[in-house]
């Protein structure tokens, strides 16, 4: 990635400047507004840390969830900002707003080394808007926030496949640079499509084919090994004429999968058994079933132990291994073995030398909801959907833009 970095910032000097920060902090809550998995958290940190210390004044801007253009209590950031003082050691002031007055008179209060981080930028229409001008009007309000001799750094690598406000229109107004965070992802996936190590595996899974789809036709072609599982998986089995009981199914991409199976099936690889249940529950009836056997009336929660043998074999004699989305509702610990078995899996690869990528969402909260070692993968990636739009070959718009 040819563009100017957080170092490059650094050796300029940062001391007594306002620094506009792009970080990821959208992390799940629970009912009672905690934090569940403050992984994006932690990796926000590096950035903020360094800047801090140069003596900068920060300001960070970031979402949670996906408010409808509006305050809304429940999306508000201050668990964010309570965590991010916690692990930077340092008081985090939290905006009453995104650009208001508030927002503007904590601004210009900061000293050197203070951390401002504004609300949900997501309160503010503008940053989602279709419209250009709209969203370079909130551009220019964040820019005001740090001064003429500002600077922009874009560290939320969750967010650069989106052209908002906060990530792409922020980047025209101010000398820009790649945060530690967004740096490090871009150079990673880089490995993942320029001459990766063979035999090369990917692992995809999740609930639906259509979310996957792109990724699919991307990588089948260029790829030794890839295994399908997680409620996706049963659109595959239907397209085999298999009966799927009341499982997750697309029908609307039956036919799609039928045409992938005919084209990929040399290296696609489907569960050959499956963890069926009577309801959608924590403690529903349960047993393993073949594939081809999934009883009238019940619904697979997960890949059986069969399949996470098969998958097994294939994944730890890989040099490459990509994962995104897990093989079941790994939430309930008694529908987790498909998950945990093949992310074991990848660990042991690891071990063995291979360049392993979890990639983001709900399988990097898999990770460490499960208690796997996160050094045991080479790489967790913080964006989902940016990962897999980086590796379907699509222009990300928050990347983009720093180049230029």
């Given amino acids: 990635m040819t563009v100017a970095t957080l170092s490059d910032l650094l050796s300029e000097g940062v001391e007594g400047r306002g620094v506009l920060v792009r970080s990821d902090l959208n992390v799940p809550l629970d009912d009672n507004g905690e934090i569940t998995d403050a992984g994006r958290i932690v990796a926000s940190v590096p950035t903020i840390s360094a800047l801090v210390e140069a003596g900068a004044k920060v300001v960070v801007m970031a979402h949670l969830g996906r408010p409808k253009g509006e305050p809304d209590p429940k999306y508000s950031l201050a668990p964010v900002a309570k965590k991010l003082a916690e692990l930077l050691g340092r008081n985090v002031q939290l905006a009453g707003d995104v650009v208001g007055y508030d927002a503007l008179s904590r601004s210009e209060g900061l000293t050197d080394g203070d951390v401002l981080l504004l609300e949900n930028v997501r309160f503010d229409a503008r940053e989602t808007s279709k419209d250009d001008a709209e969203r370079t009007k909130l551009a220019q309000a964040f820019v005001e926030l740090v001064g003429d001799d500002?600077?922009?750094?874009?560290?939320?690598?969750?967010?650069?496949?989106?052209?908002?406000?906060?990530?792409?229109?922020?980047?025209?107004?101010?000398?820009?640079?790649?945060?530690t965070l967004v740096a490090a992802e871009v150079d990673v996936l880089a490995k993942l499509t320029t001459d990766p190590a063979r035999p090369y595996a990917v692992v995809l899974g999740g609930s639906k084919v259509s979310d996957k789809l792109a990724v699919i036709e991307a990588l089948?072609?260029?790829?030794?090994?890839?295994?399908?599982?997680?409620?996706?998986?049963?659109?595959?089995?239907?397209?085999?004429?298999?009966?799927?009981?009341?499982?997750?199914?697309?029908?609307?991409?039956?036919?799609?999968?039928?045409?992938?199976?005919?084209?990929?099936?040399?290296?696609?690889?489907?569960?050959?058994?499956?963890?069926?249940?009577?309801?959608?529950?924590?403690?529903?009836?349960?047993?393993?079933?073949?594939s081809t056997e999934i009883p009238d009336g019940w619904l697979g929660l997960d890949i059986g132990p069969e399949s996470v043998a098969r998958f097994s074999a294939l994944l730890t004699e890989a040099k490459t291994v990509f994962w995104n989305g897990p093989m079941g509702v790994f939430e309930f610990e008694k529908f987790a073995a498909g998950t945990r078995g093949v992310a074991e899996a990848i660990v042991t690869a690891t071990g063995k030398g291979a360049f392993t990528v979890v990639g983001g969402g709900d399988s990097a909260a898999a990770v460490r909801t499960l208690g796997l070692p996160e050094d045991g993968f080479s790489h967790i990636s913080t964006g989902g959907g940016a990962s897999l739009e980086y590796l379907e070959g699509k222009e990300l718009p928050g990347i983009s833009v720093l180049e230029g």
């Fill in 150 to 179: 500002g600077a922009f750094v874009s560290d939320g690598f969750g967010v650069v496949h989106r052209a908002q406000a906060s990530v792409y229109d922020v980047a025209k107004l101010l000398p820009h640079y790649a945060g």
């Fill in 220 to 290: 089948a072609p260029k790829v030794d090994t890839l295994v399908i599982g997680g409620g996706m998986c049963f659109t595959f089995l239907a397209a085999q004429g298999l009966s799927v009981g009341a499982s997750l199914l697309q029908e609307e991409m039956i036919d799609t999968c039928k045409d992938l199976l005919e084209r990929f099936g040399d290296v696609l690889h489907l569960p050959v058994d499956i963890v069926a249940a009577d309801a959608f529950a924590a403690d529903a009836d349960s047993k393993v079933v073949a």
